[in-house]
């Protein structure tokens, strides 16, 4: 099915829900484990500085580097939108009208709170799929991205210690689930974690159906990468 360009209102609207929900997410206290904010974000400094200059110029110093995957471990495929979740589920756990949304937006706006912000923007690699109600604002995304170990870990520990979250297992997985009500309506966020796999759904998607779709999402990232 062609995929019908999003309306500026929706993006708006999802990445704005975000925003409430990141609000609404405190960090963990003082009391939070170290580990709690993720480290893969900004790399340490090597702890013997290089005493000959590196003949290849440089990038910007102050970028954040591009992690790589885990060594040993290869590069995760991370399917297109409609292999992701077919249209079929899609429509059977949120709406009948849902269509698929063309969308170019960074996947760490649609994150609720920082932890999970940074490990987006840090991810190895993240690709953002929309759907939503024709001539409507009801419409929710799922981010499909591949962590290193260290930032997963990192970033489970982070979730554990804001206390906003409820972990449970969807498909195997660990996940964490949040919903609040804000001005935009009720909104929600799962998170699922498998290996070096994370899904997020976030938007007007709540409970059960929130957590069939980041089912069905792992389920198309684990078919994308069966052997």
Same mark, same amino acid.
């Given at each position: ?13 999802l990445a704005g ?7 609404c ?19 340490s ?31 995760l +495929? ?20 849902a269509?698929?949304?063309? *969308? ?37 995304a *799922?981010?499909?991205?591949?962590l ?7 970033l ?5 210690g ?12 660990v996940?964490f689930y ?6 935009l309506?009720?909104?929600? *966020? ?8 994370? *899904?997020? +759904? ?14 069905a999402?792992?389920?198309? +990232? ?6």
């Amino acid at each position: 099915m062609r995929s019908t360009r999003v309306r500026i209102g929706l993006v708006a609207a999802l990445a704005g829900a975000a925003l409430l929900l990141s609000a609404c997410v405190p960090e963990p206290g003082p009391s939070a484990s170290p580990s709690a904010e993720p480290t893969a974000v900004t790399p340490s400094p090597s702890a013997t500085p290089s005493a000959t200059p590196s003949a290849t110029p440089t990038s910007d110093p102050g970028a954040t580097p591009t992690p790589t995957p885990t060594a040993g471990a290869e590069t995760l +495929v991370l399917p297109a939108c409609m292999d992701l979740i077919p249209l079929h589920i899609v429509r059977a756990h949120f709406d009948e009208r849902a269509a698929p949304m063309e *969308v170019d937006v960074d996947p760490a706006e649609f994150m609720a709170g920082p932890a999970a912000t940074a490990a987006a923007r840090a991810a190895v690699q993240a690709d953002v799929c929309t759907w939503a109600i024709p001539a409507s604002d009801g419409g929710f995304a *799922v981010i499909a991205a591949e962590l290193t170990t260290t930032a997963r870990d990192d970033l489970i520990a982070a979730l554990r210690g804001a206390g906003t979250f409820r972990e449970g297992s969807i498909g195997g997985g660990v996940s964490f689930y949040r919903e609040i009500d804000t001005e935009l309506g009720l909104t929600a *966020v799962t998170y699922v974690f498998e290996d070096r796999a994370w *899904v997020t +759904v976030t938007g007007s998607v709540i409970g059960d159906a929130s957590n069939q779709l980041a089912a069905a999402a792992l389920e198309g +990232v684990r078919a994308a990468n069966d052997e």
